[in-house]
T-cell receptor, first 113, second 113 residues
Framework: GQNIDQPTEMTATEGAIVQINCTYQ??????LFWYQQHAGEAPTFLSY????GLEEKGRFSSFLSRSKGYSYLLLKELQMKDSASYLC??????????????FGKGTKLSVIP | DGGITQSPKYLFRKEGQNVTLSCEQN?????MYWYRQDPGQGLRLIYY???????QKGDIAEGYSVSREKKESFPLTVTSAQKNPTAFYLC????????????FGQGTRLTVV
């Protein structure tokens, strides 16, 4: 099985920078995804990391360390519309060769003025 | 427009009745998934399918059934055997299983009374 941990809630100020961490334990690791989900809506894709290092995409960046089982999502220049849940998801192959995408419980980010 | 469509958005059923949730995609994706989301629980995988006429159980398959007779369609039946069916159900698809982002439908909120 897989174990994915991320903080339940975070609060940050508009214009600031926030880092949301995700740790995971899995076998057959094949990539880590970050999704954004506004309340009552479907998740939308933010980033994908399969190799170690930092991937930057506008105000959002994602980092991966496979040896540490660790990733973070960095949000810069926070805006009120960034208030949402951020889901860490791990792709992995099982022993039988099937691929699963497993999600963490999500981190609810509240951006305050 | 290409996308993934779930219907209906809200669904009410009486306890003891089976109900089928629709999921259709015109993205030509091979892989399709069903997730359940409860407050504080994140997304939990119910069933997934890699190709037509093939599907695998996820982490919480008990009380659910699926079919994949067509590439575009992956309906989920919530049976009377599911003890706590009231939840937000999300369908997703991806172009293949490895490293591809999953696109989500808008979800179906099922309430069983």
């Amino acid at each position: 099985g897989q174990n994915i941990d991320q903080p339940t809630e975070m609060t940050a100020t508009e214009g600031a920078i926030v880092q949301i961490n995700c740790t995971y334990q899995t076998s057959g690791f094949n990539g880590l995804f970050w999704y954004q989900q506004h309340a009552g809506e479907a998740p939308t894709f933010l980033s994908y990391n399969v190799l170690d290092g930092l991937e930057e995409k506008g105000r959002f960046s994602s980092f991966l360390s496979r040896s540490k089982g660790y990733s973070y999502l960095l949000l810069k220049e926070l805006q009120m519309k960034d208030s949402a849940s951020y889901l860490c998801a791990v792709g992995a192959y099982s022993g039988a060769g099937s691929y699963q995408l497993t999600f963490g419980k999500g981190t609810k980010l509240s951006v305050i003025p | 427009d290409g996308g993934i469509t779930q219907s209906p958005k809200y669904l009410f059923r009486k306890e003891g009745q089976n109900v089928t949730l629709s999921c259709e995609q015109n993205l030509n994706h091979d892989a399709m998934y069903w997730y359940r989301q409860d407050p504080g629980q994140g997304l939990r995988l119910i069933y997934y399918s890699q190709i037509v006429n093939d599907f695998q159980k996820g982490d919480i398959a008990e009380g659910y059934s699926v079919s994949r007779e067509k590439k575009e369609s992956f309906p989920l039946t919530v049976t009377s055997a599911q003890k706590n069916p009231t939840a937000f159900y999300l369908c997703a698809s991806s172009i293949d299983l490895q490293g591809a982002e999953a696109f989500f439908g808008q979800g179906t909120r099922l309430t069983v009374v």
